[in-house]
């Protein structure tokens, strides 16, 4: 599975469209995602302060089948690759979806069904 935290609106014209795109498919060609174990930085280093988020659960082998490409390209600045998907994520490969805040420390914490 990947991860993507998103804005509230682009969740919200996912569900209207039946495709989730973001500013960075746009602006940089694909749409930059996570691995489970990558979420909290991202959202350290991106999302600090906000409250007006989601976090999706991708499914990669559904992506596939829609001919989505997903590839994964390394990231200096964090020292790891990261998962980049190059076209629309069609909701069929959103299998959940959480609201995505800090919680009263300012710190964000993964859904209880990806803790392990």
């Known amino acids: 599975m990947l991860y993507r935290i998103a804005e509230v609106a682009d969740w919200q014209q996912a569900l209207d469209s039946g495709f989730f795109v973001s500013a ?7 749409i930059h995602s996570s691995q ?21 659960e991708w499914d990669e082998e559904v ?29 069929a490969a959103v299998r959940r979806h959480w609201p995505f805040e800090p919680d009263g420390a300012g710190q964000f914490q993964l859904p209880s069904e990806l803790r392990f």
Not at 64 to 88: L, Q, T
Request: glycine share 8%; aromatic share 10%.
């Open 24 to 30: 960075d498919l746009a602006a940089e060609g694909f």
């Open 63 to 91: 992506l596939a089948a829609a001919h989505i490409r997903v590839e994964r390209e390394w990231v200096a600045s964090r020292g790891e690759a990261f998962a980049h998907v190059f076209g629309p994520v069609p909701l």
């Open 36 to 56: 489970r174990h990558q979420i909290l930085e991202t959202a350290r280093r991106y999302y600090a302060g906000r409250a007006d988020l989601v976090l999706l």
